[in-house]
Nanobody, 119 residues
Framework: QVQLVESGGGLVQPGGSLRLSCAAS????????MAWYRQGLGNEREWVAT???????????NYLDSVKGRFTISRDNAKNTIYLQMNSPKPEDTAVYYC?????????WGQGTQVTVSS
């Protein structure tokens, strides 16, 4: 059974930086593409970024248009962890951030980590 635990959220000022982590248990991690999602208050959960599986030294990435150039997704297969580096966050990035596999598995949702962008 895969368990995903997000961490690293908090209060950050616009223009600051924050790094989120998602630690995964289970052997599936290294062979699974992974993604970050977020859900703002009153909004639907939305996809943020994807990174391809850990079967090669090159990882393909893809981003929601509104975060391109500001957020960077990465992974460390040795630590079973993916990251989301958030640079120059904006108030509209305020949300609970989650990670999940690709394809998404409903059973894998963790508790998420709250990110609040405010001055």
């Amino acid at each position: 059974q895969v368990q995903l635990v997000e961490s690293g959220g908090g209060l950050v000022q616009p223009g600051g930086s924050l790094r989120l982590s998602c630690a995964a248990s289970g052997s599936i991690f290294s062979i699974s593409p992974m993604a970050w999602y977020r859900q703002g208050l009153g909004n639907e959960r939305e996809w943020v970024a994807t990174i391809t599986s850990g079967r090669s030294t090159y990882y393909g990435t893809n981003y929601l248009d509104s975060v391109k150039g500001r957020f960077t997704i990465s992974r460390d297969n040795a630590k079973n962890t993916i990251y989301l580096q958030m640079n120059s966050p904006k108030p509209e990035d305020t949300a609970v951030y989650y990670c999940n596999t690709i394809p998404l598995k409903e059973d894998y949702w963790g508790q998420g980590t709250q990110v609040t962008v405010s001055s």
